[in-house]
């Protein structure tokens, strides 16, 4: 079923650059107080940032720029080795302040809009990422408590492996696997493994352990 979907035109836009099409997703959440006060924001001129939607907390989404624009969402940053990530996503902001979970009628507001962006444009599970994929260590949304599982066992983000990670953990053999997956941005150790886990293991603390590696490993690395 396609969500009913409310627009509000933002002029916060432009043409996508060098022909470049979606080929990803990237879920944010707002930071502010209401669902309303981030539209606004996001509709500010001055502002100079947008998305191309807003879900507020009890499902309402709202659409800003046209799926085939480029929005002004994700900033500097880079996935899979390619940067102007602005030009090859799409962006959806999640009215959340970033310290309490995602209401469920959020969530399933989420999933039936994925569903039809992904259809429209071929992008597969590994194609949808969060802010904090593609700028490790500048940003953390959409943070620790958005529901990624829920995602992954609908196919509409990339599963984790299940396997324990392999005998012996080491920060090259991570790095190696992590770059393989889209994490390409130039950081430290500190803040890829941070940014690793935040997406796959958001409650991990500590040095890299093997079970670090199952989220974004295959088992048959370690067998």
Same mark, same amino acid.
């Given at each position: 079923?396609? =969500?009913?979907?409310?627009?509000?035109?933002?002029?916060?836009?432009?043409?996508?650059?060098?022909?470049?099409?979606?080929?990803?997703?990237?879920?944010?959440?707002?930071?502010?107080?209401?669902?309303?006060?981030?539209?606004?924001?996001?509709?500010?001129?001055?502002?100079?940032?947008?998305?191309?939607?807003?879900?507020?907390?009890?499902?309402?989404?709202?659409?800003?720029?046209?799926?085939?624009?480029?929005?002004?969402?994700?900033?500097?940053?880079?996935?899979?080795?390619?940067?102007?990530?602005?030009?090859?996503?799409?962006?959806?902001?999640?009215?959340?302040?970033?310290?309490? =979970?995602?209401?469920?009628?959020?969530?399933?507001?989420?999933?039936?809009?994925?569903?039809?962006?992904?259809?429209?444009?071929?992008?597969?599970?590994?194609?949808?990422?969060?802010?904090?994929?593609?700028? =490790?260590?500048?940003?953390?949304?959409?943070?620790?408590?958005?529901?990624?599982?829920?995602?992954?066992?609908?196919?509409?983000?990339?599963?984790?492996?299940?396997?324990?990670?392999?005998?012996?953990?080491?920060?090259?053999?991570?790095?190696?696997?992590?770059?393989?997956?889209?994490?390409?941005?130039?950081?430290?150790?500190?803040?890829?493994?941070?940014?690793?886990?935040?997406?796959?293991?958001?409650?991990?603390?500590?040095?890299?352990?093997?079970?670090?590696?199952?989220?974004?490993?295959?088992?048959?690395?370690?067998?």
């Amino acid at each position: 079923m396609r =969500p009913a979907i409310r627009q509000h035109p933002s002029p916060n836009f432009g043409a996508r650059r060098d022909g470049l099409r979606p080929e990803l997703v990237v879920i944010h959440y707002t930071a502010m107080e209401t669902a309303q006060a981030a539209i606004d924001w996001l509709c500010n001129p001055e502002a100079e940032v947008s998305a191309h939607y807003v879900i507020c907390e009890q499902g309402q989404i709202t659409q800003l720029v046209a799926e085939d624009m480029r929005a002004w969402h994700a900033g500097m940053g880079e996935w899979q080795g390619r940067d102007d990530v602005n030009s090859r996503s799409i962006g959806i902001e999640l009215a959340n302040r970033g310290n309490h =979970p995602f209401p469920a009628q959020q969530m399933t507001a989420l999933e039936m809009l994925l569903r039809g962006i992904m259809a429209r444009w071929g992008i597969g599970p590994a194609g949808v990422i969060g802010h904090s994929d593609l700028a =490790p260590g500048r940003k953390i949304d959409p943070g620790l408590r958005f529901d990624w599982h829920r995602l992954e066992i609908q196919g509409l983000a990339e599963r984790r492996g299940d396997d324990h990670g392999p005998p012996d953990a080491s920060m090259s053999q991570f790095r190696e696997i992590a770059k393989s997956r889209g994490y390409t941005a130039s950081v430290d150790d500190e803040t890829l493994l941070a940014a690793v886990r935040l997406r796959y293991r958001p409650w991990a603390r500590g040095p890299l352990i093997a079970e670090d590696f199952t989220p974004i490993g295959h088992a048959a690395l370690w067998t």
